[in-house]
């Protein structure tokens, strides 16, 4: 296990649905990070927190909306989704921000369908 | 153009072959280099990480990093059916970056 857990695996949800996934890790790092994985694409960053602060955004749709309560937790809120958000939404932390040497550890992924 | 290029396979090779799997880039800011391996249902996994140029070796699996030529390779020598995922090279600059920018994984399937 990487410590970092996420729930649910799977979830399927109607356009007009409200859902939220959950990352928790038990590493004590103090940075948390959101990617959305596509078939055949790159890992798309979509949210950065340290110490709780959202540090980069990257340009996400609104119908995204991440809350991190606590160094060990980060929410990702889903509503009214289009079904091209059909992905797995990956959660990583690593100890600090500082650098580019900073390890990434990532959690099993929610495999999110739209329909 | 892509800032990391990566092809998505699959590549498939007989048991005990010797892998070669690769990325360029084109950003020369780029200081640190990660291969990450991703089985299938799981998030990815750091295996390797090279800082610079230069070769890296660990077990079965070597990196070697060619800043001039924007090349990153990950070899794995012996290759076992346990090899058999995803491959995600991932870079990132010095400093001042946040994330890692990635490519779209190389699909491994090692026949027994």
């Known amino acids: 296990e990487t410590g970092v857990t996420q729930t649910p695996r799977h979830l399927v949800m109607g356009m007009t649905n409200k859902k939220s996934l959950k990352c928790e890790q038990h590493?004590?790092?103090?940075?948390m990070y959101w990617y959305k994985q596509s078939a055949k694409k790159p890992l798309e960053l979509m949210f950065v927190?340290?110490?709780?602060?959202?540090?980069e955004n990257n340009s996400v749709p609104s119908r995204f909306s991440p809350e991190c309560p606590n160094s060990s937790h980060l929410f990702l809120h889903l509503h009214t989704l289009q079904p091209e958000d059909s992905a797995l939404y990956l959660c990583?932390?690593?100890?600090?921000?500082?650098?580019?040497?900073?390890?990434?550890?990532f959690g099993p992924g929610t495999r999110l369908t739209v329909l | 153009q892509k800032e990391v290029e990566q092809d998505p396979g699959p590549l498939s090779v007989p048991e005990g072959a010797i892998v070669s799997l690769n990325c360029t880039y084109s950003?020369?800011?780029?200081?640190?280099f990660m291969w990450y391996r991703q089985y299938s249902r799981k998030g990815p996994e750091l295996l390797m990480y090279?800082?610079?140029?230069g070769n890296k070796e660990d077990g079965r699996f070597t990196a070697q990093v060619d800043k001039s030529s924007k090349y990153i390779s990950l070899f794995i020598r012996d290759s076992q059916p346990s090899d058999s995922a995803t491959y995600l090279c991932?870079?990132?600059?010095?400093?001042?970056?946040?994330?890692?920018?990635f490519g779209s994984g190389t699909r491994l399937q090692v026949q027994p």
């Open positions: 990583a932390s690593s100890q600090d921000l500082a650098g580019g040497s900073d390890t990434q550890y």
């Open positions: 590493l004590g790092h103090n940075a």
């Open positions: 927190y340290s110490l709780e602060e959202r540090v």
């Open positions: 950003n020369s800011a780029f200081q640190y």
């Open positions: 090279t800082y610079s140029s």
């Open positions: 991932a870079m990132s600059v010095d400093t001042g970056r946040r994330a890692l920018t």
